[in-house]
């Protein structure tokens, strides 16, 4: 039977969009009462109170927004958490429900006219739901038929690499690594996650270069640093809590640098929501010197800014470089000098697009300062030359000695609540040979010892048909992939695709011939398990493991938590497995046990994490200890600038998140920081550039984007003069993936290049 295709893309319906002034400060009162409104409306405010007060603190849970740390001393009674974090809570603790009834009601078909924001506000799935082959409406079905149905499906493929096993960033250690072991007994590494979209190219540059694919730096750092460098980052949206660290920074005499294609109003000016007695001020500056590089700019501004910084050592040596640093921990710095100085700083300064006088005043800076922290986000990951832009950055660190000591070193700032703690538990497609190793002498097993698919090679397998079975721990795969049509065509050729979530989203309507959605504990809530009432750990942004522990009652007896579901599966599916999943379900202690036995860093676990503060994972960068690169020493790496050209009538688009939005769940359609309210569907232009091609304010326009010949379309946005250089554009993710061509990566991270989108753009008649 051929499969009637529903629409993978969101409906192009315009909702009113209305302009305002960019605001000069963020945060402040009007992000309590953003805060407070979505609490509110989605799950009233005594219970909303009552839950806000538990997060982030020491007995309760981890917020399942950002993964910016927790101080480790006091934390205020309702003061751990932001704007954004009050409405991820919300998001999850909403009183909508989507039941059995809710899906008898609504076809699949009518779900996809939904809009994302539309589709969200439905609410959680209550209940296991299946849709059977040719079927217009799921179904509700048991929970141990469901984990049959799987359990069949994967015992029929021809190969366990016919499977595909994605996990999002909001997974919990226990339930991560118990997903991991079933995947790997069942015999695959096809582990995708989030982070192959999201932080891979950082992994890929600081593992080469220093030896551990994490940040080194310490929340109390930031109060340490002279000077600290925001780059590809929006925090005033993303990371909120990451302001007050910057706070500290300033308060303590340091510097903050920003480099962005636009002036993210967080970074400018900054009101503690915590400290109302600020409110009436005018808040505190953050930037000092902002630098408005052209997208994909940065290896060309950070070339410049190095080649000055040598000229200026060269001239007074010693007086810029840390010698000794230089000397005794890394390799490849007179090659690495030698190529600095064949540049020509004159295009380099033309490719940043930043002026010759500010990357002068930059240079002042970094070379006038000994303690530099780098914080970046997926303005340097998400392009074809990602990794490039990461080791560029670790050059900079390293000939300024600023790495392995208090106030200085590497801050990629994560996404995903516990992305970087579900890596930590082994999901990667390219495992470790010491790690399997410890999982098959602990389990009795043969793993799997070739590499697995990573996120893109998932959708190209399945779409030429060499997988065909998906499941996704968490997340939204259809919207936060690129190539909308080619990943929804690539998801239909499955057998059965299997969805584990809390929320229902669109990943449920673009499905294989079966489907399955598994409503599963959000963070929030309580979990019972046989032994008694569970806790879970997750390790934030700066390596620290800590528990987090539900506080509401879940709102559907029906609902499992993650872990109990991968026991369920791996139980119906490893009919020979010598693995007691019903055990480790009962109990999560018995999974931290056996995570202290294969995983570094985790002795002592079940005692030590039981701590209020967790504990710090090792960290060799940290400890200015570079022994575990190829070389045994941190390394210089030479790196490319962008070379990707346009021609006379293309622009370069980026991707970006709306200040009411996580990822692909849409909160609001109100950009606030932005001064764009009530509207998704916008493109933001220089003023010049519309003025040249005849484009007026909320012009209707198409948006194609080409690469290789190939074309892509997207229709009905609203063209919108904003402050951001020539030749570059914004539009907001996921509504503009169906542009990102599947081919457009990064070199060696393999991550979606959705932040150099090559587009022109046509009015629209
Ligand atoms: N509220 C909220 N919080 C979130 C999320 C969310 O969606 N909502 N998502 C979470 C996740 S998974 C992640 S990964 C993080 C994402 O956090 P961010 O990386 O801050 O998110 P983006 O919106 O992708 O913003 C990228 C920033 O990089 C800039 N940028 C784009 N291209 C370039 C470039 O070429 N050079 C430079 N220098 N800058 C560039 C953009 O202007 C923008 O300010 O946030 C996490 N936290
Ligand atoms: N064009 C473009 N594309 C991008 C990006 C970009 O900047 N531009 N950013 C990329 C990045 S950085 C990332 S991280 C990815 C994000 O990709 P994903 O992680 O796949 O997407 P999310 O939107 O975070 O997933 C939201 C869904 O997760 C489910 N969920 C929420 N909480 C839980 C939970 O506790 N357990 C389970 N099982 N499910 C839960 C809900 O059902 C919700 O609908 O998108 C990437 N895609
Ligand atoms: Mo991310």
């Known amino acids: 039977m051929t499969q009637k295709k529903t629409n993978a893309q969101a409906p192009e319906k315009l909702t009113g969009i209305e302009l305002t002034e960019v605001p000069k400060v963020s945060v402040g009162p009007k992000a309590i009462k953003s805060a407070l409104t979505h609490i509110n409306t989605e799950v009233g405010m005594i219970k909303g109170i009552g839950l806000l007060s538990k997060i982030n603190q020491k007995n309760g849970f981890d917020c399942p927004g950002c993964a910016w740390p927790d101080p480790d001393e006091k934390r205020a009674f309702l003061a751990e958490y932001c704007e954004n974090g009050a409405k991820a809570i919300a998001e999850e603790a909403t009183k909508n429900r989507v039941s059995p009834m809710f899906f008898a009601t609504h076809s699949i078909d009518e779900l996809a006219a939904l809009t994302d924001y539309e589709l969200g506000k439905k609410g959680r799935v209550t209940h296991p739901m299946f849709l059977k082959e040719g079927g217009t409406h799921y179904e509700a079905i048991e929970w141990n038929q469901a984990f049959e149905l799987i359990g069949k499906s994967l015992q029929s493929l021809n190969s366990p690499d016919e499977a595909i096993f994605y996990t999002s960033g909001r997974t919990s250690n226990e339930a991560a690594y118990l997903y991991q072991l079933f995947v790997r007994q069942y015999g695959t590494n096809n582990l995708p996650d989030c982070s192959n979209m999201c932080h891979e190219s950082s992994g890929a540059a600081l593992s080469e270069t220093l030896g551990i694919g994490k940040g080194s730096v310490t929340l109390d750092d930031f109060n340490h640093a002279d000077l600290v460098i ?14 007050a660290a910057l706070e500290g920074t ?20 900054f009101k503690d929501p915590q400290k109302p007695w600020t409110w009436l001020g005018k808040g505190t500056e953050l930037t000092d010197l902002f630098l408005q590089v052209t997208i994909n700019g ?24 840390d010698r000794d640093f ?8 007179e090659v690495f000098i030698k190529d600095l100085e064949t540049q020509n700083l004159e295009q380099l300064i033309l490719q940043s697009g930043i002026s010759k006088e500010q990357i002068i005043e930059a240079t002042e800076m970094i070379a006038s300062n000994k303690n530099i922290i780098i914080c970046w986000a997926m303005g340097l990951t998400q392009h074809k030359n990602g990794v490039d832009n990461i080791r560029e950055v670790v050059n900079l660190l390293l000939l300024k000695g600023s790495i392995g000591k208090k106030g200085a070193g590497t801050c990629p700032v994560r996404g995903h609540s516990n992305v970087q703690g579900d890596r930590t538990m082994g999901i990667w497609e390219k495992p470790q ?27 190209e397998a399945m779409h030429k048909k060499k997988a065909k079975f998906f499941l996704g721990m968490g997340g939204n795969f259809i919207s936060a992939t690129p190539d909308t049509e080619f990943t929804a065509e690539a998801l239909r050729n499955c057998e059965l695709t299997v969805q584990i979530s809390t929320k229902i989203n669109r990943s449920h309507l673009i499905h294989g011939k079966e489907a399955l959605i598994l409503p599963c504990l959000g963070r929030s809530e309580k979990d019972f398990q046989a032994s008694g009432e569970q806790f879970v750990t997750v390790e934030n942004s700066m390596g620290v493991v800590s528990q987090s522990t539900g506080h509401l009652s879940p709102l559907s007896d029906q609902l499992k938590s993650e872990t109990a579901i991968v026991s369920g599966i791996a139980k119906a599916t490893l009919l020979n497995s010598n693995t007691d999943w019903e055990e480790f379900a009962s109990d999560y202690d018995l999974i931290r046990d056996k995570i202290e036995k294969t995983i570094p860093g985790f002795d002592n676990f079940n005692e030590r994490v039981r701590k209020p503060d967790g504990f710090y994972l090792p960290n060799n960068a940290r400890e200015n200890n570079y022994s575990k690169t190829k070389t045994g020493k941190a390394n210089f790496s030479i790196n490319q600038v962008s070379d990707i050209t346009t021609d006379e009538n293309q622009f370069l688009m980026m991707t970006i998140r709306t200040h009411d939005q996580y990822n692909t769940t849409i909160y609001g359609l109100d950009d606030r920081y932005r ?12 003023a010049l550039d519309m003025e040249a091609m005849n484009i007026k304010q909320k012009d209707l326009v198409t948006l194609t984007s080409h690469f290789n010949g190939e074309e892509r379309q997207a229709h009905k946005f609203l063209a919108i003069a904003y402050d951001i250089p020539r030749k570059c554009t914004a539009t907001y993710f996921p509504e503009t993936n169906v ?19 090559v587009i022109s753009i046509k009015k629209e008649a």
């Open 739 to 757: 542009l990102v061509p599947i081919q457009s990566k990064a070199r060696i991270s393999n991550t979606p290049a959705s932040k150099t989108v």
């Open 433 to 459: 040979p010491e790690f399997l190793k410890k999982l098959e002498n602990e389990f009795h097993f043969s793993a799997p010892k070739h590499h697995g698919f990573d996120v893109v090679e998932a959708i």
């Open 298 to 321: 940065d290896v060309a501004l950070l070339k410049a800014i190095l080649f000055l910084l040598n000229e200026k050592e060269t001239k007074n040596r010693g007086t810029v470089f």
């Open 250 to 269: 300033k308060k303590n005499g340091g510097k903050i640098i920003s480099i962005n294609p636009l002036k993210e109003v967080g970074l400018v000016n």
């Open 230 to 243: 925001v780059i590809g980052q929006n925090p005033g949206t993303n990371h909120p809590r990451m302001l």
């Open 675 to 686: 001064g764009i309210l009530n509207e998704r569907r916008v493109v933001l232009m220089n």
């Open 326 to 333: 230089i000397e005794n921990n890394t390799q490849g710095y």
